[in-house]
């Protein structure tokens, strides 16, 4: 055999190693220094050209020359993220541990589509961990690690599809949607467009989502959802799934999933509970109760890739009945199937979504859960949890600044409102946008923004597991003088 | 600020860098060692046990156990896709420079969903070579990084439907397929069964799918297709996509892509080319031709992570006409939408599909790229086809070996046909199902196998970048050894 370390595409053992010691320098001293880094660098203009104009490189380049390159161009720009002051969105900070096995997963890198390596074995754990930490253990559930909240999603929306599809008679997979059961799908205003993306998708269209009001805690109005249903089953409309949140992203609020459980109950409805965002919320001991009726929920989003720290991606979709959502995706060719292969009860992955080839989601999952433990994980969301409810107490205390939604998780939704801009909405829309320009461009801290009734407003989640208080404090004193300041600039 | 690596999802500088150095030189004995151990190896009862049945950890564990841990059940059963003897379906070892650069992806773990990181620009940057590697560079095509081939198929056919409706006047985001155009796809029988999996969560229906016969040379069969196309024309339906294959993962069939986008053309249907496989066999000079018409599609599925060796996960969808992709999926929300940054005309990436959040594919196909560099991979790809070429010259010259479709790229098919059950196919697929069965379970190369008109077929991929000669030699002498064995077993 020749050496098979001469090809292009291998390093020897020898540069491997040596190669692999300057890349943990890398990276170790990025995690030293993030935090005295901009907490969003934006690139310079010469970066950004260096990083967009590469030449497509006819001969290899040396690796001395290739991390030097990422070294100097990529990671000094990196999203922020890593900051401990970073409160942008849902996007949390990656956990150490996970960092390092994820070079251990990419050298073997396993195709997690099926077949019986470590790695199924391990998803396998993951996914019986993943249901023990939410208390969705009946005895038919599963999982299947996804790219994230948006693939989970359309995962579990696609499964309730078919369950009632084939409760209706009608053979989905083969005909499609003409001519059949007229779905509706019901979900609150604040629920992620990430929703309505898979809808579309699969060739619903916006029309068979009913978006819901909200109560002043920004749940599903369960009033206005019962007349809803009664009139589209009165007018001969199938209602097939319920969407309840379990924390939206805008404000962090958890739906009264028990109430849309029993509804679900009542009219035979398939129960989704996305949870992208806060489902592990539920970890929490002071929120535990928000949470109850999860577990009733045909289905469930959820994303370690976001509280629980994993790196980039991984988000999870779980199911109360996997043979659902098995008969909805799987489909076998000669072509795929292994021959002469044992297959037990829950057959292979790629059997219960869309990807056939995947990769080793799992090995993150059970890094960050090996590495951190349920009680490092209970302590961190509490925590966070309770920062986020002081920081709206103090919010509520204060006359220049207004609570926009009722804290429940990590996320804080408020504005500053200076006495001279009492009632004027337009103004006080335009001031906090430019507070958050200035926040996101030089602040010490990075929250993001949405609306709320037409309210512009500042939301800052507190999500880096190393967020403190002074983390805190500062969102507040710069947010005062960023305001201070546009008011004083602003003034005639 | 308290200390930030006193929080159990960090670990301190020095130890980061401590476990680094035993990471990397756990990934080098394995990268050193992997062509020692079995192909395959199945994980031993008790291990299998060990991975699966891990109690949820309580309290963080330490990480040199876990390291342990995982070097000694995870590592040493990984799926054998690192041996240059594997020649199974479609699935490459992983390039050496991109497993270690990935760890540098994770260490800054930026979300690629939006925004202006350096990881925007390095994304952008890929999809350019990428369509520069493809000849597919008109003015306004774009491109996406994706999990894989059914990602990026269901991307291209989502846009495809989207282009067909919007021409219809039908807007199909807002009223999905009900009441809508008729839609058919058109593709050869020989298409990958994701394919399907798209046309189905689409919400159209197996029955929206023609399959058309194939030639001897399973490609796809023009005069069937246009006579199909005239017909549903006739009868009131739509065509709104032809899936041109270039590369089917059965038997590397290249379809004529040049007379596919003739008749797409003449009827305004969009040509979407599935490369998943084969589209980088454009690279080799003696298989160039074959690919004529592809940079006529509207739209490609390619992946990285088969032939440029990257590790999972790293697909890619490109489109002719960036503005129908954007438009198919685009959805913007006050919580998404980052206020005051400056978005160019390519806008967001997570506006071409369907993930929001979105993990950094794009380092490693710059890593690949970089690294092996366009010449080391045209050599590569060259060198497996030819290879595959000798095999299949071989097969023909034997008589003992049947070649049942003729070699195009890196795959080759035949059987064993020993003189003793000349014609006998029932025996015939029951003994070649038996020696692949033989051979993945202890042979020294690994293929796979598929149907090809009824005949169970050896489906040899060759595939591995060290893959030379002798894997051949030994694919042969141990197809007539397992072959030879199984007979005498048989004899009465």
């Known amino acids: 055999m020749s050496d098979r370390f001469s090809y292009p595409q291998a390093l020897s053992p020898e540069e491997f190693r040596r190669l692999g010691s300057q890349v943990i320098e890398i990276a170790a001293r990025h995690l030293e220094t993030v935090v005295e880094l901009p907490i969003r660098p934006v690139p310079p203009e010469e970066v950004k050209q260096q990083l967009l104009e590469q030449p497509l490189p006819r001969e290899g ?121 007229d779905f509706v799908l019901y979900a609150s205003r604040e629920t992620h467009s990430c929703i309505t993306k898979a809808v579309e998708l699969m060739g619903m269209g916006q029309k068979a989502i009913r978006f819901m009001d909200t109560d002043e805690q920004y749940r599903i109005d369960l009033d206005a959802l019962e007349t809803a249903i009664a009139e589209d089953i009165r007018d001969g409309r199938v209602p097939f799934c319920i969407v309840g949140n379990a924390g939206t992203a805008n404000t962090g609020a958890v739906d009264n999933l028990a109430a849309l459980a029993d509804i679900c109950e009542k009219h035979d409805i398939w129960l989704h509970v996305d949870g992208s965002y806060g489902a592990f919320g539920v970890m929490d001991p002071r929120c535990a109760d928000l949470f109850a009726g999860m ?86 969301i509490s925590r966070q949890n309770a920062m986020a409810a002081d920081l709206a107490d103090y919010v509520e205390q204060s006359d220049d600044l207004e609570l926009l939604a009722p804290p429940v998780l990590s996320v804080v939704c408020f504005r500053y409102v200076p006495p001279a801009l009492h009632a004027d909405e337009e103004r006080l829309n335009a001031l906090n946008k430019d507070i958050v320009v200035k926040l996101q461009a030089e602040g010490r801290v990075y929250p993001s923004s949405t609306e709320l009734e037409g309210r512009f407003t500042i939301r800052a989640n507190i999500f880096h597991y190393a967020a403190d208080r002074s983390d805190v404090d500062t969102l507040i004193e710069d947010v005062r003088r960023y305001g201070g300041e546009l008011m004083q600039g602003s003034t005639p």
Chains 1, 2 share one sequence.
Not at 307 to 318: A, I
Request: aromatic share 8%; glycine share 10%; hydrophobic share 40%.
């Open 295 to 380: 577990d009733r929920a045909d289905s469930i989003a959820l994303d370690p890739h976001k509280w629980l720290s994993t790196p980039f991606d991984c988000g999870c979709v779980l199911v109360r009945d996997r043979h659902i959502l098995r008969d909805c995706f799987s489909l076998m060719s000669p072509l795929i199937r292994q021959v002469g292969m044992d297959t037990d009860d829950l057959g292979a992955q790629h059997e219960y979504g869309l990807e056939l080839s995947r990769s080793f989601r799992a090995l993150k999952v059970w890094s960050v859960l090996s590495h951190v433990g349920v009680e490092g994980f209970r302590d961190t």
């Open 61 to 181: 380049r040396s690796p001395a020359d290739m991390l030097a390159f990422l070294e100097q161009n990529l990671m000094p720009y990196a999203r922020g993220n890593g900051h401990p002051g970073y409160m942008g969105w849902v996007i949390s900070p990656p956990a150490h541990m996970a960092i390092l096995t994820d070079l251990l997963g990419a050298a073997i890198d396993t195709n997690c589509g099926g077949g019986h390596p470590a790695a199924t074995w391990l998803e396998r754990c993951a996914i019986r961990w993943i249901k023990a930490l939410l208390g969705y253990e009946s005895p038919d559930s599963h999982g299947l690690l996804v790219s994230g909240g948006s693939m989970a999603n359309l995962n579990a929306i696609a499964a309730a599809r078919y369950a009632a599809a084939r409760r209706a008679g009608w053979d989905i997979r083969q005909q499609g949607m003409c001519g059949g059961p």
